[in-house]
């Protein structure tokens, strides 16, 4: 028989780490009833699930709770949480878990979204002016077109627009015909809006990547553009 | 900015907000009228960052107002279960870019799953993880639905879909009102 497992011999560490940064996370208070399990598509990729996961943490297997790759299986959707009667808080858990990981180990695609983003203001590290061009491209050839929009306007950084909105940079750099659609509607509601030239892509690769100060970064400059420079009141996430 | 408290003065939404709020206001006119000969069958994600963690039951609910105003109420059928309980499509979360591609569909099996027994033709999905994943466990499971955005069908509805904006949409409306 297996020697009993000596709870106060445990130290569990880790949790008590993630106690600190997200302190209504309910750890200790998991019923161990299941529901999060079995609704969790996640469940047994990599023998784990988040019922098992919370068990090793208020159990101190730190070391487990740190190596496995599943951190980056689960895809930090919230519905365990939301079905959770306690609340246990295992999205921000398993976000932990990947910052806890040596920022180079982590997955390189991520990695290198996250890096891009930073640097270029989207995910795939398209410049601005190249952005910039496209998007007076396509609105060009559709004014051309269409005569319906002969009038339509799209702009970059025009300040004071009531709306700014983002932009997957999937499109401007891979498909950009896909562009024309939304610039459509919005033209024939009548929208002010502008996109923004810093930040300006939907995409959140440095949250995936749980690279706090990155994510921080993203966001601190999106937010001083729009406050300080546009002044635009009103920001439009497109997905 | 929640997260860090990083103060902002501007007020944050979602296009499908704005999308459902013009509809309602009448300034977005669209008709489900092109659909109701044709009666092609549409279902709809919800994404999790739009619908579960931020603006719940309001974002799945403008979200249907919306696709059904586009189709048609009798051409829409809800994936089960739907709304803040759906399912995360499993390319949520990097995990498309992550590198565990065997896993990622493992995950995605059950989205598959929920998607083929609606029976729809074509799955909307208003965010771009949920679009590439939905199509890349599509093909891996051989299912044969189409995955589009709101804003073809919208366009399309409207009569202003462009020739060269039909890259999401099957043979069925390549060409329609063309
Ligand atoms: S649903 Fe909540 S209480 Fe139940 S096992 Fe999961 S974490 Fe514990
Ligand atoms: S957040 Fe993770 S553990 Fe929770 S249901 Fe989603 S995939 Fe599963």
């Known amino acids: 028989m297996a020697p009993p497992i000596e709870l106060n011999e445990m130290e569990p560490e880790f949790k008590e780490m993630v106690k600190e940064r997200v302190p209504n996370a309910n750890f200790d208070l998991c019923l161990t009833c299941g529901t999060c399990t079995a609704g969790c598509p996640a469940s047994e990729l990599f023998d784990m699930d988040p019922r098992k996961l919370v068990r090793m943490l208020v159990l101190g297997l730190d070391e487990e709770i740190r190596k496995t790759e599943w951190a980056w299986v689960c895809t930090m959707c919230g519905r365990c949480s939301n079905a959770c009667p306690m609340k246990v808080d295992i999205p921000k858990l398993v976000f932990n878990m990947r910052g806890s990981w040596p920022r180079d180990k982590r997955p390189k695609g991520i990695l290198g979204s996250c890096d891009k983003h930073i640097k270029t203001g989207n995910a795939m590290g398209v410049p601005t002016d190249d952005f910039i061009w496209t998007v007076e491209d396509v609105a060009e050839e559709i004014r051309n077109a269409q005569p319906q929009f002969k009038d339509m306007q799209v702009t970059v950084d025009r300040k004071g627009a009531y709306m700014a909105i983002n932009q997957n940079s999937r499109e401007p750099v891979t498909e950009p015909d896909e562009l024309g659609p939304l610039w459509k509607i919005l033209h024939t509601v009548g929208v002010d809006w502008t996109y923004p030239s810093v930040m300006w892509a939907g995409e959140n690769y440095c949250l995936f990547l749980a690279d706090d100060e990155g994510w921080r970064y993203i966001l601190e400059e999106f937010v001083d553009h729009i406050d300080n420079t546009l002044k635009c009141p009103m920001v439009v996430n497109t997905e | ?178």
């Open chain 2, 1 to 178: 900015m929640k997260k860090f408290k990083i103060p902002h003065k501007f007020q944050f939404t979602s296009i499908i907000a704005l999308y459902a709020q013009w509809m309602r206001e009448g300034k977005l006119k669209v008709s489900s009228d092109w659909n109701k000969d044709l009666k092609i069958k549409f279902t709809v994600q919800d994404p999790c960052n739009i619908v579960r963690k931020t603006w719940r039951q309001q974002a799945a609910d403008d979200l249907r107002y919306v696709v059904k105003t586009i189709v048609g109420e009798e051409n829409f059928i809800d994936m089960v279960p739907n709304g803040i309980n759906n399912y995360c499509c499993g390319g949520g979360g990097g995990a498309l870019q992550a590198g565990y591609t065997e896993q990622r569909r493992a995950y995605g099996k059950i989205k598959f799953d929920q998607i083929m027994a609606t029976g729809a033709q074509y799955v909307l999905a208003p965010c771009h993880n949920c679009h590439a994943q939905i199509h890349d466990i599509g093909h891996h499971y051989g299912g044969h639905y189409q995955v589009s955005h709101i804003w073809t069908l919208m366009c399309l509805a409207m009569g202003i879909l462009g020739e060269n904006e039909r890259t999401y949409l099957a043979e069925d409306l390549k060409e329609f009102g063309l």
